[in-house]
Structure formats: structure tokens, C-alpha cells
């Protein structure tokens, strides 16, 4: 039987195709399987009530001052050094690592070691852990050609992005706030909400209540709820909620969605099928999700908008739900990008390459 070591950190972008893999290995008969991560983490907090879990410490490169990087080559050495009585201690066959700083001290302690190394690779900009230790990996999975574009030739794979298991439409009750003969507008920014496009949707809040046709659900974050139900006021064809814990029923009922370009909130829109606005996070590393939304929208099968472009995020809306045919074509293109069940079919690709001769 193979034993499996995952690592994976920093955001729940890189955690949660992690667990979908693992959840896949899983359902295959691989039970043994082991997280490691950092202690008081976002990927303790996730994985470890559900999963082995080891230790270990990471350090990130400062996207500032150089100062701040001097102790940078001592911190690795060191995570390096517990890394590789982690890797030492599990002794995997395997091991699957989805990016993040976190992940890098494993890689490198369990390719130096000879153990087979596989990344994951959710953005269309390869992020720089998994540029380093793409040199220690057997296989690459990468979501788009444009990510295969940043690691060595011959390495890549590509699937869809790997996400939670996701349930059948069918089986999803449809929201009240999206009632049958109205158009749904499903606006998403997670948690924190997204101050750019929560200000794009409050300019056009008049527009947007002239609309008795359409409805929207606007999650605007937790943080920002009661200023903005009390700037914007009661609007009937207008939810306005912190935060939405059975998010997958929006989307599914959702003509269109408008979210932030993430790589997971964006496998999420395509495994639906979804058409899309994004609008992509101008802060994020590399920018990364203009690069991922910039892929979707050359599919077909979103526009995207930028935080500084002039406000024309409803107009777009509106232009959109008055074209079904353009609409069902993006649909269309959506379920083409879409792999809901990647994370099996990395599973099985890891499987194939460890045991090709297992039935």
C-alpha cells in the first residue's frame, strides 16, 4: 500500500486541491496519507481534525524591503533540516505538494531523497515555490498551457484545478432569493468581501433596483454588511448578506456570476458551468488572477473588468442578460474549461505513474 505525504498552505487556495486529491487517493482504497503544515495555520485549522498531521516550520519571501530577507537563507536551512525528519519520519512513497512557501522545505527534502515529488499548479502564473521545486518533481499537474509555460518541458500535465466535492445541481434546493422567472445575479467577493467590486455594484445600486426582472445576492463580506445595508437601504430585487455558507446553490441557479479570479472561486464557477464577470484581485502575487481570468475570458467564457478600468461592471451585467445566445455560449465555454472531477483524475494519473501495472 502507498503512503502519501501532502503539504500545503498559506491560503485556501493552495489547501483545498490538496484535500480534494487526497479525498480522491482516498476513495480509491489509499488510506494512508499524511498532512504536513505549519502549527496555529490556516492548513491546521483545515486539515487536521480530518487527516495525520506533522509539523513543520516555512518562512515566506518579503515582497518588500531587502532587509527583511537577510535572515531568509538561516530560516530555510533550518525549515529544511525539520523538513526532512518529517519526510523521514512518514517515509511516503509519494509525495503531493500545491504550492505556497510552505510547501517548498518538503519538496526539496523529499526530491534530495529521491522520493517521487508531484506539484500542483492552480494559476495561470506559476507561483515561485513550485517554480523551485519543479526541478525535484516526476510530474507537473497545471490547470492551463499558459502554466506549462513555467516549468520544465516535458513535465505538465493538464488538468482543471481540483475542488471540494461538488454536489449534483439537481440535488440543490433553488435559493428564495432567486425565484423562478426572474434573472439571478450572483455576486461573490468570499469572506473579506472585495472592495473593488463592492464599490462598482454600490455606484450602479439605482440601476440596479430599476430592474424588477433580476435578481441579485450580493455577499459583500463580513466586515462590511451593516455600512453598506445602511448606505444602500432596503432594495427589494437585492440581497445584500456578509457571508453564504451553502454558496453552491447560488451558483447553481445563477445566470451569471460576478467574483474575484482566484483559482479556486474560479474552478468552482467552471465546474458549474457558469458565465462570468471577474474581476480580478490587483494586489495578488504577480497578478496571478488577472493572468487566470485573462485565460477564461480568450475561452469565451467571461469578461473581465479591472478594479481602475471606468465603472461599466452592471452595464456589462445588463448587455450580457440581454443576449441568451451569448450567454449559453459562455456557458458553454465554461463547461469546457470546467473539470469537476479533476482531483480524480490527478489521483488516478499519480496512481498510473507509481503503480502502472496495478489492475
Not at 157 to 175: E, Q, T
Not at 208 to 213: L, S
Not at 273 to 296: D, M, W
Request: hydrophobic share 45%; proline share 6%; charged share 20%.
Amino acid at each position: 500500500m502507498k503512503k502519501f505525504l501532502f503539504v500545503c498552505g498559506g491560503t485556501g487556495g493552495h489547501i483545498f486541491p490538496a484535500v480534494a486529491i487526497a479525498e480522491s487517493l482516498k476513495k480509491k482504497g489509499y488510506t494512508e496519507i499524511t498532512f504536513v503544515g505549519r502549527k496555529n495555520s490556516m492548513e491546521e485549522r483545515l486539515v487536521a481534525a480530518n487527516w495525520p498531521y506533522e509539523y513543520i516550520t516555512a518562512e515566506p519571501l518579503h515582497r518588500g524591503p531587502f532587509l527583511k530577507n537577510l535572515a531568509l537563507p538561516f530560516k530555510l536551512s533550518k525549515s529544511l533540516v525539520r523538513a526532512k525528519s518529517v519526510v523521514k519520519q512518514v517515509n511516503p512513497d509519494v509525495v503531493v505538494a500545491t504550492g505556497g512557501y510552505v510547501s517548498l522545505p518538503i519538496v526539496i527534502a523529499a526530491g534530495r531523497l529521491g522520493i517521487p515529488v508531484y506539484l500542483q499548479e492552480q494559476n495561470a502564473v506559476a507561483g515561485v515555490a513550485n517554480k523551485v521545486g519543479s526541478r525535484y518533481a516526476k510530474t507537473i499537474f497545471v490547470t492551463s498551457e499558459a502554466a506549462a509555460k513555467f516549468f520544465p518541458a516535458g513535465k505538465c500535465m493538464v488538468f482543471g484545478n481540483p475542488v471540494r466535492k461538488l454536489p449534483d445541481g439537481n440535488s440543490l434546493a433553488r435559493p428564495s432569493e432567486f425565484p423562478e422567472g426572474k434573472k439571478a445575479v450572483f455576486i461573490v467577493g468570499g469572506s473579506q468581501g472585495a472592495v473593488g467590486i463592492n464599490n462598482k455594484i454600490e455606484e450602479s445600486i439605482k440601476q440596479i433596483a430599476a430592474r424588477t426582472d433580476v435578481n441579485v445576492v450580493w455577499q459583500v463580506g463580513v466586515k462590511n454588511v451593516d455600512a453598506i445595508r445602511e448606505r444602500v437601504g432596503n432594495i427589494p430585487n437585492v440581497t445584500i448578506c456578509g457571508f453564504l455558507d451553502g454558496i453552491y446553490a447560488y451558483m447553481n441557479y445563477a445566470d451569471l456570476i460576478i467574483s474575484r479570479a482566484g483559482a479556486s472561486a474560479l474552478a468552482e464557477i467552471l465546474a458549474f458551468g457558469k458565465p462570468s464577470i471577474l474581476l480580478p484581485f490587483p494586489h495578488a502575487t504577480a497578478n496571478h488572477q488577472e493572468h487566470n481570468a485573462r485565460v477564461v475570458e480568450k475561452a469565451g467564457a467571461a469578461l473581465v473588468e479591472l478594479d481602475s478600468d471606468p465603472n461599466d461592471l452592471w452595464n456589462k451585467v445588463e448587455q450580457l442578460l440581454a443576449d441568451e445566445s451569448r450567454l449559453s455560449a459562455m456557458a458553454s465555454a465554461a463547461k469546457g474549461l470546467g473539470m469537476p472531477d479533476a482531483a480524480d483524475q490527478i489521483a488516478q494519473a499519480i496512481l498510473e505513474k507509481e503503480m502502472p501495472n496495478a489492475d
